[in-house]
T-cell receptor, first 112, second 114 residues
Framework: GESVGLHLPTLSVQEGDNSIINCAYS??????FIWYKQESGKGPQFIIDIRSNMDKRQGQRVTVLLNKTVKHLSLQIAATQPGDSAVYFCAEGGSTLGRLYFGRGTQLTVWP | DGGITQSPKYLFRKEGQNVTLSCEQN?????MYWYRQDPGQGLRLIYYSQIVNDFQKGDIAEGYSVSREKKESFPLTVTSAQKNPTAFYLC?????????????FGQGTRLTVV
């Protein structure tokens, strides 16, 4: 079955530094990948997505990279701010209609 | 404002009781989902529905039941058969058949067994 995992459960960075959150997936049939941000006690919020036919996609201060050869994607956050502190989930979709598969999440903590 | 609303935010249940969590959306989305989240864990799919009057089991459906009588509503019942119901429950919705990048989440219901 599908599995989506994260390399590190926690990440601490200094304010202003860049953050990189990694995610591994196992299903080659995945058609798209999504990053969500979840603040404490709240529901996940969509950050950015990428389709399997792309290698890179940029948003506002965020970049997602997809390496299909090693089944790995990453989320890069530029100039990390205290408001970026949250749990970040990667999710994989497309292999089963209507379903997303989530990883465990990485807790990002930004220090002033 | 369009969105997805879960209620209540906090819910306490005595052992042996059934409880129902509400999820309502006014986004005109066809698909709706229920996820369970435990501390330090990702989201696990309980049930999902891609159209009114139809729903499918997710990965951890045992001890839960749902209904989808209206497009806007997808209530989740946690039955007494669910042995460890204490968790954070999240409801989501998306356009049917579309990429789930359109998935929107509610703010969650925290259920505690007392």
């Amino acid at each position: 079955g599908e599995s989506v995992g994260l390399h590190l459960p926690t990440l601490s960075v200094q304010e202003g530094d860049n953050s990189i959150i990694n995610c591994a997936y196992s299903n080659s049939a995945s058609d798209y990948f999504i990053w969500y941000k979840q603040e404490s006690g709240k529901g996940p919020q969509f950050i950015i997505d990428i389709r399997s036919n792309m290698d890179k996609r940029q948003g506002q201060r965020v970049t997602v990279l997809l390496n299909k050869t090693v089944k790995h994607l990453s989320l890069q956050i530029a100039a990390t701010q205290p408001g970026d502190s949250a749990v970040y989930f990667c999710a994989e979709g497309g292999s089963t209609l209507g379903r997303l598969y989530f990883g465990r999440g990485t807790q990002l903590t930004v220090w002033p | 404002d369009g969105g997805i609303t879960q209620s209540p935010k906090y819910l306490f249940r005595k052992e042996g009781q059934n409880v129902t969590l509400s999820c309502e959306q006014n986004l005109n989305h066809d698909a709706m989902y229920w996820y369970r989240q435990d501390p330090g864990q990702g989201l696990r799919l309980i049930y999902y529905s891609q159209i009114v009057n139809d729903f499918q089991k997710g990965d951890i459906a045992e001890g839960y039941s749902v209904s989808r009588e209206k497009k806007e509503s997808f209530p989740l019942t946690v039955t007494s058969a669910q042995k460890n119901p204490t968790a954070f429950y999240l409801c989501a919705s998306s356009r049917q058949g579309a990429r789930s990048t359109e998935a929107f989440f509610g703010q969650g219901t925290r259920l505690t067994v007392v």
